[in-house]
């Protein structure tokens, strides 16, 4: 089996821009992280877990360099703001033990996502793409934090790797950012250099997202105002109630928005209401809200896999018209209201003359296009609660609930005007059918042999013509 890492995502403008853009981006997110520090090397969520993460997603190997280089500065600085004494074991030891610490296994677990990516049927939001980001995540979040421990052990610059006060905060810090930004980068960042079609326009945000920040601001203020009250701050659990209708109604890239605006949100009320004391129970809070938005993305995600596969079922893929085994469901619902309701029904049977003339003179691309021009202007004549079906090759039928025969024959009759005035050399257009009229005792069969009969007979008539049954 081949065990090169899959090809990153495709990058069409400025590649080697948004690429070094890595480096400062990366330094940006390390200096936040210093603000939301509740704990020596422990912070609230540490955001440049999420930019290695979107780096290597997008570029693949490439993205190793800057992400080393940055945290090579990142060390730096980490050194100079100590007070720490430049050493070979601290620079060395401490500075390359961490960048490969932080590194290494964020790139394999953006190399595993890319692979499970791209075998999941639902694509980058399917379950088995989520079940690698969010269980693969805790893995190499945990390899990072215990090489990184490690790597502050042999630099001097921490005692011990201490898995309490050490490798469980920087675990929990790493997997906070990683899961609050980092599908919100490569989303937005492969949206602006690889834009994708427009999709149909969700409802606001800004209501949902009111709410979202409202609930959270005031459940933490309240926090600060009685700090020695747990229950207040349980209550920003209910921000997930308020994600979920997020995601289950914006687009995938408006609800890791979302996400990323609460997380925003409490690393900053945090930092500036000294809420460092309730850290542990807010970044659990922030990985619920996470699992809340990727869990319902996933689902959304089945919904429309499950959408997508019925209309593939009901629909038949060339002429747009119900598949056979659709239509026949529907006409034996409408025909079984139509005798419980004592209303009229009918039902034609239309036939393409001279498809096969047609394909041999043509070609069978000419054959098709005849198809789907057939069944345009046969949902043109017909009304809007009429439904147009393919039984198979060049064979057809409408059902018209609630119409007579008179009705139905007005329409048959117009489908074969515009039949002819649309016909050319190239694509010539006509029609055989066969109508007929729901009686008492009908089933679908009896009322579809008395129409294919009077097709038929159209046909032996000279085709291009009516029968009425």
Not at 118 to 142: E, H, I, N, Q, S
Request: charged share 15%; glycine share 8%; with cysteine.
């Amino acid at each position: 089996m081949d065990a090169t890492p899959p090809r990153p995502l495709p990058i069409r403008h400025g590649r080697s821009a948004w690429l070094w853009a890595t480096v400062p981006l990366w330094l940006a997110a390390f200096a936040a992280a210093r603000l939301l520090e509740y704990a020596p090397f422990a912070s609230l969520w540490f955001p440049p877990t999420a930019v290695t993460f979107a780096a290597l997603v997008l570029f693949g190997i490439r993205g190793i360099p800057p992400v080393f280089i940055a945290a090579l500065l990142g060390h730096a600085y980490t050194l100079e703001r100590l007070g720490l004494e430049w050493t070979t074991s601290s620079v060395l030891v401490g500075g390359f033990g961490f960048a490969l610490a932080h590194t290494v296994p964020m790139a394999l677990l953006a190399f595993a996502l890319q692979r499970v990516a791209k075998r999941d049927p639902l694509g980058r939001f399917g379950p088995t793409t989520l079940f690698v980001l969010l269980g693969g995540g805790v893995a190499a979040c945990a390899a990072s934090a215990l090489g990184g421990s490690a790597a502050l052990v042999g630099a001097g610059m921490a005692e011990s790797i201490d898995l309490r006060w050490s490798v469980v905060p920087w675990l929990i810090g790493d997997y906070t950012g990683l899961l609050a930004l980092g599908p919100l980068l490569v989303e937005a960042v492969r949206h602006r250099i690889a834009p994708e079609a427009a999709v149909q326009e969700p409802p606001p945000l800004w209501p949902k997202l009111t709410i979202l920040l409202g609930l959270i601001a005031g459940t933490l203020c309240a926090a600060a105002v009685w700090p020695d009250d747990d229950a207040i701050v349980f209550t920003v659990f209910f921000a997930l109630v308020v994600q979920q209708w997020i995601s289950h109604t914006q687009t995938p890239r408006q609800a890791l928005g979302a996400l990323a605006c609460a997380a925003v949100a409490i690393a900053v009320l945090v930092a500036s209401l000294s809420l460092g004391q309730h850290a542990l129970k807010l970044q659990f809070a922030l990985i619920a809200l996470s699992l809340t938005a990727y869990s319902a993305l996933s689902f959304l995600g089945l919904r429309d896999d499950n959408q997508r596969l019925k209309a593939l079922l009901s629909t038949d893929p060339l002429t747009s018209a119900a598949s056979r085994g659709h239509f026949a469901a529907v006409v034996m619902r409408a025909i079984a209201e139509a005798q419980r309701l004592d209303q009229p029904l009918t039902v034609l049977m239309l036939d393409l003359d001279h498809l096969k003339r047609i394909n041999d003179s043509h070609g069978h691309g000419a054959g098709d296009e005849a198809l789907r021009r057939f069944s345009a202007l046969c949902r043109e004549q017909l009304r809007a609660e009429d439904l147009l079906g393919r039984l198979g090759g060049d064979e057809f039928a409408a059902c018209l609930p609630g119409a007579t025969v008179e009705v139905a024959e007005s329409r048959a009759r117009m489908l074969l005007t515009s039949l002819g005035l649309a016909s050319t050399p190239t694509l010539p257009l006509a029609a055989s059918i066969g109508l007929a009229s729901l009686r008492e005792g009908d089933t679908y069969a009896m009322l579809l042999q008395r129409a294919d009969d009077a097709l038929m007979k159209a046909k032996r008539d000279g085709r291009g013509r009516l029968v009425v049954a």
